[in-house]
């Protein structure tokens, strides 16, 4: 938008009438098209408001009467052209303007005056009593100015299919409610900080990363960029409006967390579960673990109106809530997100340590949801000491993850520039097929791999922050409880692949790390 | 001043009988601090709002909040961004009461428009400014604002005075503000009016 764009001119005039109170809906419509687009025509906005703003307050102070309104007739008989258009006067001396006007009352007399008042008058308990005065007398002067402000019923432009909005009453709201905090946040940008109190009707958007939402009663949610949510004034919900989230519910208060998006409720019973809105085509929901109750908005679980739905479920709705036939949704949106929480006990502060999975897993027999590829939180990273590792040259190595190392190790040395990921087997529960296979492919050469528990601690310190690593020592659980067989990891001859050949037949998950060679910035 | 509600209300003394709460900690400092940004937290929230009359409530219940959350101001923070969350925070709550049709913007513009605002822009010399171009401009322009925002009459009352159409009249306050907008921002540069 050009300074002679006749598109700020069409703005002017709808600001224009905004202010005067006579914007119709189409032309409402107009100006949020326009507000929309041009960040040129917000800040136009703003200023144009500002001032109208500024003339409200200034005419408070203005102490010299105005002529009568007949004085103005002149004024309004000249059509000016924009750029003719002058209303100052020619030749004034604004000093002198100013010292001869006896009237003029400036902000800083009123400010004058009330710093006197203020100083004379405002002891800390007077400023109390006052205070509870202002607060019981807020209500009635609220009531007069509303009573007796003016009915700006002008309209310029005429809009007949313009009716008065109804007023919805609703409880009033006497101040911010915080309902959830803003726990954790990965690569994310929004207008938020981690450790924010998040307050009902606030609305965001998180353009980028994935961030990290603890409801007053403990849910858990995360969302994954691009995602639009909303804080409702329940302690124990949220609206998703577009995009991805995960919720996990652990806690007794948790139970009954809603997700509540345009086309449907979901609703907690004790698990975690995916949440996907697309505008346009509806909502899908799966379940990782536990049961969630689905149903149309206002109908999640009042019985028949609603479906329960179990680990490994899901259910699809378009935006009429109509049930979608299975082949037509989407395979396993929620990615590695979901598979990485069904394998984490301590969600909270932990879960945002995962990062979109980067690597490309090029072909797995791997059950769904069992295998994923996470970027360590602060990767990429200069270590600061040697880490050892347990696979540094092509070729297979067998892994026994727990007890003993490789038969081969190597040293990826201090100062090395590199990314780190973390790979999770989980168990398949299958004991008709006991081992998996699976390829992954790194963009970038692989250094090395580990899966020691002693080196996975010494990278740990070699990364530097304690808290750049993906778990917390109550992540033991997720190492296997030993295994008959032994885990094959396969370096590709490039080195910038792994197969895996691991035996997945044991309750926990298996972990490596694996660094790869970080380009340089 | 007339708008100032918040500083005459405070001055004005308890009603009787009422009870008398102890002191909040609010400090001179506090007071006077909000007291001189009643100005600029109308004009965030009737920009925010579009709607003069939804700002007035706006501005009444923020004011309130930010006397019961004063104990949570840190002096030596940036009051205005803190007066401005809290604002926000009453904005987005009052929408909830509203009618959705009675709103101009979605949540979504609403936040781009929020993101233009800056609390270190000079909002006091702007209105330094504007004080300064008030007076140069033309006795039957200033008349003409002093109609329309001191009297507080509509384009269409004025236009009615005048025997005027009320086009004829927004156009020319119209013209007088974008005047005044251009005066400002030159003498904000160092140029004159």
């Known amino acids: 938008m050009t300074h002679d764009d006749p598109k700020k001119a069409e703005l002017g005039v709808l600001v224009a009438a905004m202010v005067e109170g006579v914007l119709s809906a189409t032309q409402r419509d107009r100006l949020v098209e326009l507000l929309r687009d041009y960040d040129e025509a917000k800040r136009f906005y703003q200023r144009y408001l500002e001032l109208h703003a500024m003339l409200e307050w200034e005419a408070g102070a203005a102490a010299s009467q105005s002529e009568p309104a007949d004085s103005l007739d002149d004024l309004l008989l000249v059509e000016h052209s924009a750029e003719a258009f002058n209303p100052f006067e020619p030749a004034i001396d604004l000093q002198q303007a100013r010292a001869t006007d006896p009237n003029r009352v400036t902000r800083h007399d009123m400010l004058a ?402 660094l790869v060679q970080a380009k340089q910035p | 001043m007339p708008i100032d509600p918040f500083l005459g209300r405070l001055l004005q003394p308890p009603p009787l009988g009422s009870a008398v709460s102890e002191p909040l900690g609010q400090s001179d400092a506090f007071v006077v601090q909000i007291t001189t940004c009643q100005s600029r937290l109308y004009a965030y929230i009737l920009t925010l709002t579009g709607d003069r009359e939804q700002a007035r409530e706006v501005l009444q219940e923020t004011n309130l909040v930010i006397w019961r959350k004063a104990e949570d101001f840190e002096p030596g923070t940036n009051f205005i961004a803190w007066v401005f969350q809290i604002a926000r925070f009453q904005v987005m709550a009052h929408r909830q009461k509203i009618a959705r049709d009675r709103l101009v913007f979605d949540d979504e513009l609403l936040t781009g428009i929020t993101d233009i605002f800056d609390e270190n822009d000079p909002y006091d010399d702007r209105q330094e400014a504007l004080s300064d171009c008030i007076h140069a401009i033309t006795p039957n322009h200033r008349n003409l604002l002093n109609i329309r925002y001191r009297d507080g009459l509509s384009v269409k009352e004025i236009a009615q005075q005048l025997s005027k159409s009320p086009n004829a009249v927004a156009k020319v306050l119209h013209r007088t503000r974008l005047a005044l907008m251009k005066c400002i921002e030159q003498k904000l540069s160092g140029g004159g009016a």
């Open chain 1, 113 to 514: 005056a009330g710093s006197y008042l203020l100083r004379h008058t405002l002891t800390p308990k007077v400023i109390a009593s006052l205070v509870t005065a202002a607060a019981v007398l807020l209500g009635m002067v609220l009531t007069v100015v509303l009573i007796s402000g003016t009915e700006d019923d002008a309209t310029i432009v005429e809009d007949p299919g313009q009716t008065p909005a109804p007023i919805v009453v609703e409880r009033p709201i006497e101040a911010p409610q915080a309902v959830a905090t803003l726990t954790a946040e990965h690569d994310a940008v929004w207008d938020r900080r981690p450790g924010q109190d998040l307050y009902a009707g606030q609305r965001f958007t998180l353009a980028q990363g994935f961030a990290e939402i603890t409801t007053l009663r403990g849910a858990v949610a995360i969302l994954e960029a691009p995602a639009t949510i909303e804080l409702t004034h329940s302690p124990n919900a949220i609206r998703l409006h577009a995009g991805k989230l995960v919720g996990v519910c652990e806690t007794d208060t948790s139970i009954g967390f809603l997700v509540r998006t345009p086309h449907t409720d979901v609703i907690d019973l004790g698990t975690r579960f995916g949440v996907l809105v697309d505008i346009e085509q509806g909502t899908l929901a799966e379940v990782f673990e536990g049961e969630v109750s689905v149903g149309k908005v206002g109908h999640a679980g009042q019985g028949q109106s609603s479906t329960s739905l179990t680990a490994g479920q899901s259910i699809a709705l378009d935006r009429l809530g109509n049930r979608v036939p299975p082949d037509q949704v989407a395979v396993n949106p929620f990615g590695g997100l979901s598979q990485a929480l069904a394998g984490i006990n301590e969600v909270s502060g932990q879960a945002l340590l995962l990062a979109s999975p980067q690597p490309y897993i090029e072909s797995e027999d791997w059950p769904k949801g069992l295998l994923c590829v996470f970027e360590d939180r602060l990767s990429p990273l200069n270590l600061q000491d040697d880490v050892t590792v347990t696979i540094q040259r092509p070729g297979h190595y067998n892994f026994d993850l727990f007890e003993q190392e490789s038969n081969w190790s190597g040293v990826v040395p201090a100062q090395t520039l590199v990314r780190s990921y973390v790979v999770l087997l989980g168990p398949s529960h299958d004991r008709d097929n006991l081992r998996h296979k699976a390829s992954i492919r790194f963009d970038g050469e692989v250094l090395g791999v580990i899966g020691n528990p002693r080196d996975h601690d010494s990278l740990q310190e070699a990364l530097g922050p304690r808290s750049v690593g993906l778990f917390t020592p109550k992540a033991v659980s997720f190492w296997p409880d030993g295994g008959l067989e032994a885990d094959i990891v396969t370096l590709s001859d490039d080195r910038q692949g792994l197969d895996l050949d691991f035996r997945t037949g044991s309750r926990g998950y298996d972990m490596i790390r694996v």
